[in-house]
């Protein structure tokens, strides 16, 4: 039985900010050899070149490393870059906890974590079957470690994987092989979108794709699935997140689906399917401090349109669509929260419906 997860959420004050973690250690809500992993929101650009996810990643190590963590690079840390609008640069840390003295694990469902790192992946293998084989592996090693095993009982699987650079395409071509395209910038949706196609292979939504079927068939996608990429790695960073019985502990986690890019009701639906209570027609004040984060992912919907209406993300030649949707998710959010530090990714395709995406929401139930 795997034991009991201590989750919390908090804010990153500059780039290299990691003393949110630093704060946890040193007060005893957590102990740095027992974090599992860290999901976070920083402030750059969120592009191939978006140096803040390094700059974080290297904070958070070294505080790891100086407080006694054994081998801090073994954590996963998984950085999504760009905090367009009023989303607010934040991190929510998972680490393993005990039970109160004389306390006894409950049998109802509570927060579980599993971490994996899958097999390298290779330049050649991103937007290919080989890709989502090997990410399936590891999102089921990664379910084996959380003790869980149904995946209905998986809510919320984030991955960073990596995608194509110029060094990268290079090496590929120094061996005789060629990838799947040779734009770095799209490489990052092709790269989260196969790795979707590996989670929901994995879980059983869907059966294994054929090659002409990834990042091209929309009907094909996982409702828990939340996949950034960065030039970071060279492999898929798994985290599984979802609930076990009697595993004991505070936490429980939900999920649904976004429609659209403006279905709170969405959000509102995981929310409630973490097990907080909520009336019909919720307002932040409802959360009363409950509510740990909410993970999302977001599109542009292909059709140009939201609700009917036409909007110009996908023509517009200034700012890119990425920064558009995640603004406009980030806003929804966080007016459905009451919190602006909510964790919204872009590049969503195969995560959750067209034009919609996968919300994952983490309740404190005392």
Request: proline letters at 7%; one cysteine or more.
């Amino acid at each position: 039985m795997p034991e009991p997860i201590e989750v919390r959420k908090v804010p990153i004050e500059s780039v290299t900010d990691a003393s949110g973690l630093e704060r946890l250690i040193d007060d005893g809500v957590i102990e740095a050899h027992r974090v599992l992993a860290v999901i976070g929101k920083t402030e750059g650009n969120g592009g191939v070149n978006d140096y803040t996810r390094i700059l974080a990643d290297r904070a958070f190590r070294e505080v790891l490393a100086a407080k006694g963590h054994p081998d801090p690079q073994s954590v996963p840390l998984v950085w999504s870059g760009g905090t367009d609008g009023v989303l607010s640069p934040h991190a929510t840390i998972f680490a393993t906890t005990s039970l109160p003295p004389g306390a006894e694990p409950g049998d109802e469902p509570r927060l579980s974590v599993g971490i994996a790192m899958s097999d390298v992946i290779l330049p050649e293998d991103i937007g290919r079957p080989a890709m989502v084989e090997k990410v399936a592996a590891g999102v089921r090693e990664a379910m084996k470690a959380a003790g869980i095993d149904d995946p209905a009982d998986v809510h919320y699987v984030q991955t960073k994987t990596p995608l194509l650079t110029l060094a990268t395409i290079n090496d590929a071509k120094s061996r005789g092989k060629d990838v799947v395209t040779e734009d770095t910038g799209p490489s990052m949706d092709i790269s989260n979108s196969t790795t979707a196609l590996g989670i929901a292979v994995a879980l059983g939504e869907i059966e294994t794709p054929r090659a002409d079927q990834i990042h091209r068939d929309l009907s094909l996608y996982s409702s828990v699935a939340s996949c950034s990429s960065g030039v970071e790695l060279d492999r898929a960073q798994i985290v599984v997140v979802g609930n076990v019985r009697g595993i004991g502990g505070r936490y429980r986690i939900g999920h649904s689906v976004m429609k659209d890019a403006l279905d709170a009701d969405g959000i509102w639906e995981a929310i409630r399917s973490s097990g907080i209570d909520l009336p019909e027609r919720p307002h932040p004040s409802d959360l009363r401090g409950r509510l740990v984060n909410v993970f999302m992912k977001c599109e542009a919907d292909p059709s140009g349109r939201v609700r009917g209406r036409r909007n110009i993300m996908l023509d517009d030649s200034d700012v890119h669509w990425h920064r558009q949707i995640k603004a406009t998710v980030g806003g929804v959010a966080a007016a459905v929260t009451g919190d602006p530090a909510v964790f919204v990714s872009v590049a969503a395709v195969h995560q959750g419906p067209s034009g919609g995406g996968p919300v994952a929401a983490i309740a404190d139930l005392g």
